[in-house]
């Protein structure tokens, strides 16, 4: 029981926040469903909601290979 009581509260509330979301998906679903809005329609609503996906380019600092000379030579630096 080391969490302040002020971050507990605040994590009880977003809890509620993100269950409301998912409530308010749900609720988006079954009113098109009643309504007869189209699947693809809803569909477009909720990519616009999604946003932009971020795509990783496979370049960069992350995909190159490592200079295994340079790592010892670092490594007798000391």
Wanted: glycine content about 6%; cysteine-free; aromatic content about 6%.
């Amino acid at each position: 029981m080391e969490m302040p009581i002020r971050r507990f509260w605040l994590f009880t509330a977003n809890v509620d926040r993100i269950m409301a979301q998912g409530d308010m998906r749900a609720l988006n679903v079954a009113a098109s469903a009643t309504t007869g809005e189209s699947g693809q329609e809803l569909q477009k609503r909720l990519v616009i909601e999604l946003g932009t996906i971020q795509v990783l380019e496979e370049t960069g600092p992350l995909y190159e290979k490592r200079d295994q000379a340079a790592f010892d030579q670092l490594k007798t630096m000391q």
